[in-house]
């Protein structure tokens, strides 16, 4: 690493240094980019866990950022000792050594913190960042393929028997935004309906549930959830939410990305979580979205096969990547 690189601890409180982790995201990893707003809204929530966090930038000599490390709690598999980290050097400094004393710089901290189980991930094809982490004892446990569908060319017509499949075995769709409006027990009932349907979403680890709060804190007030791209299968006669599929806007692009898509084990093989996509589809392709992402680990054949035949292409694979101490 070169004399003038200096490594400070990044300022929750600067606007000037989320401006700065925003432009390096999109100069590493443009097709992932993520806004300002975005990144503060995820610090603030790290920040209300329990779970400590991190983050370090690089500067070259005039001041601009040229690398960051971070770690922060694992939001989805929760626990002591569990985090995720991630680390990015602008391209024009990589293999500098300005990503190894970042790395050494931050987990030096994090091994205050006693961690068990540290996550990272990387698209398979960014060879560099998987070498570096795998030099450093992260082994995969899991991968997933991210797959897009263009909206704007994309033929509802084909689809129209299974559009409407659902209805004839009493199961009608609405929106979130109707839910809520309708139905005083909407929250715990999404809470529920997602919970028994993550027990079958492919997992390196056992399913852990979401305590109804923190399901409402990482999912159901964040910004991005757009209640009207939010559908839920109901029963008709019940009342019981059958199947959900929804999408997060992303405020530095015109795509979708897509949420939890799943259906009850006991409403299954009714077409509802073909129906639920078609019905994103068709909200996305009329208020004028350029593409859907979807991510799907690469056992998970059902949910495959769906988007396959909707027409999403795949990407080559992201390889989640976990650190643990050696046993003893």
């Avoid at 990015?88 to 931050?106: F, R, S």
């Avoid at 791209?229 to 199947?243: I, M, N, Q, R, S």
Wanted: a negative charge.
């Amino acid at each position: 690493m070169k004399a003038e690189v200096l490594l400070r601890r990044f300022d929750a409180a600067s606007a000037a240094d989320y401006a700065a982790l925003a432009g390096l995201r999109r100069t590493v990893i443009p097709e992932y980019a993520r806004s300002e707003e975005e990144l503060r809204d995820t610090d603030r929530r790290c920040s209300e866990m329990t779970e400590p966090w991190m983050r370090w930038f690089a500067s070259d000599e005039g001041g601009d950022v040229i690398g960051m490390a971070e770690f922060t709690p694992s939001r989805w598999q929760p626990g002591p000792g569990k985090y995720f980290l991630a680390l990015q050097v602008h391209p024009d400094h990589q293999g500098t050594g300005i990503g190894k004393a970042l790395y050494n710089t931050l987990w030096a901290e994090l091994e205050k913190h006693n961690p068990t189980c540290v996550k990272s991930e990387w698209r398979e094809d960014m060879a560099r960042a998987m070498r570096f982490l795998t030099e450093r004892g992260f082994g995969e446990v899991a991968r997933y393929y991210e797959s897009r569908l263009d909206i704007k060319g994309f033929d509802l017509s084909p689809f129209a028997e299974d559009y409407y499949k659902p209805l004839s075995h009493g199961i009608v769709f609405r929106t979130w935004r109707e839910l809520k409006a309708s139905d005083s027990n909407a929250d715990h009932k999404m809470w529920r309906a997602c919970v028994e349907i993550s027990h079958d979403v492919p997992s390196d680890v056992p399913f852990v549930e979401l305590p109804f709060d923190r399901f409402q804190a990482l999912v159901m007030t964040r910004p991005n959830l757009d209640p009207d791209g939010y559908f839920v299968a109901v029963d008709e006669t019940t009342g019981e939410y059958a199947g959900i599929s929804h999408i997060w806007r992303r405020q530095a692009d015109n795509d979708l990305d897509t949420g939890l898509t799943g259906v009850k084990r006991s409403y299954r093989r009714r077409g509802i979580a073909l129906a639920l996509k078609l019905r994103i589809v068709r909200w996305a392709k009329e208020n004028g979205f350029d593409s859907i992402r979807t991510e799907n680990d690469v056992t998970n054949r059902p949910m495959l096969s769906i988007n396959e035949r909707l027409g999403f292409y795949k990407l080559p694979p992201w390889l989640e990547l976990v650190w643990r101490p050696e046993p003893g």
